[in-house]
């Protein structure tokens, strides 16, 4: 029940929306490990809100400042833990909305598990701007991982009914470093575009909508992960389910190879210049919960923003009456393009954790 | 990278396929708890092979030895362990085998993860066949959280291209019971004979074919499980991919929920007899990784199963070539069914460990 | 490997002797707690160094800014983080013995661990002044306690060759509340003159002494612990040896138990009032890993300061030469009396967490 | 509160004295290494009761049936499982006992725990005989350090008034590897004798005695263990107290540096044939939490063993009445000699344990 990820690394995620600061520790990660700060700083950039009209007004910098575990630009081996200010707190939006409980949010659900002691402002502890801590710290764990070869990248393979291309077998390591340093990463560019329209379709409307996000993993050698509880796909979802918007992951087919024959979704090994490997990547890079070394590949689905201004229908904890409100405050009507640095993120730290489970740091 | 689940509870699996004995630990559950053996009987027989023409020939009785942890028909709070006898090995099936790397199998990455001497003999640890002991184990949680009120089922929601009805907002406990103490559980009794039809359809092709399960538990109080990292859905899903075949989970609408636009995703909540509640449930009873009170519901995709009789291109690792054989042996045509009380038990494991940790044992 | 400690409650501690501050983050508590700022304060300032001339003259207030998860005097549920500046650095001192291993420091274990590349100014993150984080942690733990009637205080029951009493089996809980709010507890006052004396003299000729100190905690109800792995003793000791200078615990008797015949230390119970007691208290209040309800003791060695300026053979890591040197810097003579307050917070994070696995949260 | 170790490597203790078996599980142990099952047996073999005239009746043979994890004399990977049969049963004994409240035994805290429910006969899960299943996992343990050159020892330190030697600096891989294979092993051969003729008397007397265990481990490299909560000495101390008579531990000079000058306690460094080590050995081998590269000696203190013939008082929980009886049974007056193999399996499994978090397995 805590926001410590206890792994072979662990994460410690603190903060509230509109506490002081959030930040996150990051430790048991090897000593030595150059670290480049403005790396850091471009990734939690891609996450932060206000750089288009498609999202929060809420306008943080949230430049972290580290305040332990890298000294002269390398890892020294103790915990990095890192602070990101609160600056742009607009705490009055949520008084009114104190006693309410949303549709979509977590407002019912924490307020009986905290008896009511939970920080309500801005979504408290439960708020996606939490997440700026995570990416914080898969920055990190992203760096660690590019100094052994291994390259993340994700895009927003689908917005509400428009879908981009997905990751094909022959994935080139540029392609992933590209879409890992965009804002708005998408295989196909022309597809951009009409995702942009239907988010501000759907904005106009008062609504939200959600989509797909798709990531891969280059690089990883063969027999990384365990089988039973500790493969990478436990690992992997077990993380991507602390984004709260996330409802859903598929690992290679995924679902569809619920409508596929065995020799349809079987991918044959190969001899391929000395090299074992596959041609088709329907396990998406892993089998028996372990690395195949071909690509991991997964998907995970992100549902519509639940902060809409569209009259809703809300009741009052307190005095257990319903009403029909709008609400009014600073949301993002597709949150998926600033989930995608996040996803990537929590690849990343759920990668390096398997690395160090399996010697490999 | 350990077959330890250590949560607020703790399971350890072990075992190999063609071993002498498989097995299960459950640890730090309460004492005082009326275990029925009977029950336990009933879930592992739900998940033995050889009870009809569509699954494997190896025939288990599955009849598991409790050696510790219950006295009289009761926990007495100490571990409970249990040996489930591996009877009917036939490993002469396997040692042909032993060298060639198939498509699906985790051959390859076990190989190169445990340097070549992992019990290559029926898939040793890395077999389905392991899931006994997880059935086992959620055949005791469910006890435990059925004294408390929880109620689990699922059922085949598909089979290829055949589709059960899904879940409805409005599940009573009835239908989960039922659902619970079936060999072949479906809602709309109609399409289990047509999925039938298509599992001995593929057999007659040699081949294979997956499907999808889902998965309800209601009377969950809300308040149960945590934002970030040990929500119930990091819990479930963590815990889920320890079934080898599955590719995937979704919780609530799920993938659905991002092709939808929020005034759609959005549940409402209503006073309902003084109770805060839902009537649609998209978000499968979980808001912020926290229960809502409302039936927690996921759906998960199953492969079809790799081991298919067609001839199939296959490297053998010693020798860096390629053939093509087919590969004899005792295999399910669609483990979709088998695997049913495998994830109800797995989602009892899941639970009783966010009740542990929530207080409520 | 890490300064995460993951048991039901969480302890994260971060930062570095010389780096931009040290703090900690305390995680998985219950809600709604009421939190004595001033009280955290007053057992921080117990440790802090500079309140008189037996301590380093590293002067730090140590007033930690709580960043998040307590709000308005109470705690919210999400994790508790605090930060405590480092002000006064004097890195130069450090400089000089970049390279240098001194004897009973962790100069020489340290470098090979983390290959040169750990903060080693003031001892990095290996340095007494983390314990800053521990006292903050504790402190919040055992205001929890606190509302639930547990009662902790501990004394310097021995410095160099001076001893104090030891808890007496009729312990009350105002000795212990007294003890734990002075800067130097001791049961028999007499005693604290000739303590600060030998600590004088010592000091006078630049060396350093060690002492015991021993530790109540009192209303423990019985049936907290566990057999085996998580009993009351391995929780203890576990945590207690985070404390840089313990060499040694004992619980009860201790190792004064190995001189003892069984029918001495064997504590009998009787019926005291209806309810079941010991008169004596052997045990430790631990019997099979689990609290007895009689009052938990131990006692921990604390060793001479490693630090003291006389001169002292030294090796050159680089050079690989040896030499003799005077180690200037600001140094304790003797640790014990600032290390009370510590281990007492440890103690405190101990029993939280063995009172959250036992459900009484 | 359970009994299941959850470090890197996982251990998982079952069983109660009276059950069909005890046994245990060891995980997350690296592939391909050669298990001897003679060496197995053998460190079973010098903890096993009934060899000679100063042990309980009770005869067990304690051959582990290996389940899973060893094939053809090599680790698989998979989880190792081992069975002990409960043979020499003997039930009667203890039916009289159910609801007495014996001096120092558990009977009274775990009673409370477990509400009633605990397997009360032969003192359950809570038996000394569980170190079985200790010893099982710290043999495996053992062997797989041996390949990497560590060895270790331990002696039977002193028997109430009798002291054998202590460890010196230069201590000999052949003295460990002697006393490891000895079932009463002391370094002056000369007081072993005397030390029998002290447990002889106590044991006429109907009465019981303790002692002190010493334990050394050689040939770890330094930068093995961490800081904080994660240090050589916090795992060790975790896990020795999983033996239920240990009530103290200490290593190096422990509790004697209280009593020293930093001068003193201080084992300077040298250079020794380009080889940086110490001479002395006061801080047994760990400094910062992280090995040294000397050998770490540690000392634990072994309480009377509780169960003794003479009449005592002792308190019916149903009557509530107190009375004085004498327990028969089948009691080791001292359990020194037969604890010492307990005690190096224990420091093996940490060590080991330490070994996979330092990425040297």
């Known amino acids: 029940m805590s926001s410590?990820?206890?792994g072979s690394i662990k994460v410690s995620?603190?903060?509230e929306s509109h506490s002081d600061a959030i930040g996150a520790v990051l430790d048991n990660i090897p000593a030595g490990e150059k670290i480049i700060f403005d790396e850091i700083i471009m990734?939690?950039?891609?996450?932060?809100?206000?750089?288009?009209n498609i999202s929060t007004d809420r306008k943080e910098n949230d430049i972290p400042e580290v305040i332990s575990g890298i000294l002269n630009g390398y890892t020294t081996g103790a915990p990095v833990c890192a602070i990101i200010k609160n600056n742009n707190v607009n705490s009055e939006d949520y008084k009114s909305l104190k006693d309410l409980i949303r549709p979509g949010h977590s407002d019912y659900s924490a307020n009986i598990k905290y008896r009511g002691f939970n920080d309500k402002r801005g979504g408290g502890h439960l708020s996606g701007r939490l997440t700026a801590g995570l990416t914080f710290c898969g920055a990190i764990c992203r760096q660690i991982l590019e100094h052994r070869g291994v390259v993340i990248g994700a895009h927003a393979y689908s917005i509400f009914d428009v879908f981009d291309?997905?990751?094909?077998?022959?994935?080139?390591d540029k392609l992933l470093i590209n879409l890992s340093r965009e804002r708005f990463p998408v295989i196909d560019r022309n597809k951009k575009e009409e995702m942009m329209e239907r988010i501000l379709q759907v904005q106009k409307d008062g609504d939200s909508i959600g989509g797909i996000i798709e990531c891969a993993i280059k690089n990883i050698p063969p027999g990384v992960g365990a089988p039973i509880f500790?493969?990478?796909?436990n690992k992997i979802s077990s993380l991507i389910f602390a984004i709260p918007a996330i409802k859903g992951i598929e690992f290679g087919a995924g679902f569809s190879s619920a409508k596929m024959r065995g020799s349809q979704n079987n991918d044959p090994f190969v001899i391929n210049g000395g090299k074992i490997a596959t041609y088709t990547n329907n396990h998406g890079g892993i089998l028996g919960g372990i690395s195949s070394g071909m690509p991991i590949i997964f998907r995970?689905?992100?549902k519509p923003t639940p902060s809409i201004s569209r009259p809703q229908k809300i009741v009052n904890i307190k005095s257990k009456l319903m009403q029909e409100i709008s609400i009014s405050g600073r949301h993002d009507p597709c949150i998926v393009p600033r989930a995608v640095p996040v996803v990537e993120s929590v690849a990343a730290i759920a990668l390096l954790d398997l690395f160090k489970e399996a010697g490999l740091l």
Chains 1, 2, 3, 4 share one sequence.
Not at 43 to 52: A, D, E, I, L
Not at 230 to 233: K, T
């Open 4 to 6: 410590t990820y206890s």
């Open 13 to 15: 995620i603190f903060g």
């Open 43 to 52: 990734q939690m950039q891609r996450r932060v809100p206000g750089h288009n």
């Open 165 to 172: 291309k997905k990751f094909e077998g022959n994935l080139s």
């Open 230 to 233: 500790d493969g990478v796909e």
């Open 300 to 302: 995970c689905a992100v």
